[in-house]
């Protein structure tokens, strides 16, 4: 599946793989109790989360591993992060991203939220959710796990149709069928594919002249665009092969003009690549772990922000530097090992040091001490003489609503546009140094 062949995706436990695999090879051999007694089996590796839904950790990493989901309730970070802020409510036709779809369960919220006829204004909305996961075990966990939620069966349908028709098991054992409102299309691939193979390029349509008539060549299914793209794989840290501004670059063009990019990480290197991409973005809803990031191409669509301090991290500290992917076949040690060379450069020459956080001192004073020395050191290789100074009022003014900087500037009433503009002050002032 993968051009690299070294490329290892960060998976869940290899114990729990193991066991997912063997409850398969039993049920194709005849063996039709093999998920209840591998459910029994997967016992010690479930981690019930808040809402009663269960979760599974990751191998280990440097020492340290991740769940899947977030302890404080699996399904409720799946509505509260991503559902309830994609702005899908009253839409009729509604196609959905779901990167990294693990056991199914953003999947399943999202069909649980939108055929909710007290919260959604769209009746029996059509639905068409595009699953992509890389690991078939992962998705056969889901089969075994219990469904937390109704819609749950309507994936785990779907789940066990594609690995019926790929020859990964033998034997259908839901029965519940798939609503005709519903279309759930599994992809079992690396995600960066989608991007490699544009395999959902918009195709524009042609027109021919014929007389007084005139064709249109092309197709509505042809022309996937999406109202939501949901970006769920670990963290940047240990997957930032999905989170690199090369796949980004190449998803960002499939989202329509009202529609959301949605994620958990709040990482300055995935906002700052998602603004370089010409998209809005802003503070997504905490719920757990952080807040997360919400990205769109409508400005309206960002309710909230970035905090302060961050837009400050995201556009003048080595923070911000992109995870880069250029051929989207690298490993993650190769992504990672790149970034950290790049900020290294960085650092010395055209962005502050995040080590200290040095730019969210900036027209912000600090008491004599250590922290101060070091952050008026960094200050000082790129000619800031102070913490209040005109050159830190000068790059930090599009955050003030009342011009700061002495040049008359108008208010910027966005993270993205106000992290672009810091960014270029920061550049006008290493440059008039030189």
Partial sequence: MNENNDYKPLMVQERVLDIVEECFK??????????????????????ET???SFT?????????SETMHTFHGGLEESLEKYVKPSHLIGKDDVHIMDICSGLGYTAAVCLEYLNDETINTAKNPNICIEMVEISPLTLAAGLIIPSPLKSHEIVKKAIEDQL???GFLKHRMITQEIPSNIQLNVHIMDAREIVRNSMFKPIQDHSIETGSEQLVVGSDKQNKK????????????????LYSIDFLKGISPLLKNDSMLLTYTSSSAVRYSLIELGLYVGEGPSFGRSGGTLASPCKEYIEKPLLSRDERMVALS????????????????????????ERAKARKEYKLASTVKSPVYLFNDIKEGRLRRRVLKDFKKFGIE???SEKSKFIVCPQYKECICGNGCEY????????????KRLDIIIKNQE
């Fill in 50 to 52: 808040g809402d009663g």
């Fill in 318 to 341: 080595d923070a911000g530097i992109p995870f880069r992917d250029i051929e989207l076949n690298n490993s993650g040690f190769e992504i990672n090992e790149r970034r950290q060379n």
């Fill in 164 to 166: 019926f028709s790929m």
């Fill in 226 to 241: 999406f109202d939501a793209i949901l970006l769920v794989p670990f963290s940047p840290g240990v997957s930032p092969e």
């Fill in 386 to 388: 102070d913490l209040i």
């Fill in 412 to 423: 910027i009433d966005n993270s993205s546009e106000r992290v672009i503009e810091m960014e």
């Fill in 26 to 47: 039993n049920e194709n051999s005849g063996a039709m109790d093999a998920r209840q007694i591998a459910l029994d089996e997967l016992g010690e590796f479930l981690v």
């Fill in 56 to 64: 599974l950790e990751s191998e280990c990493l440097e020492n340290s």
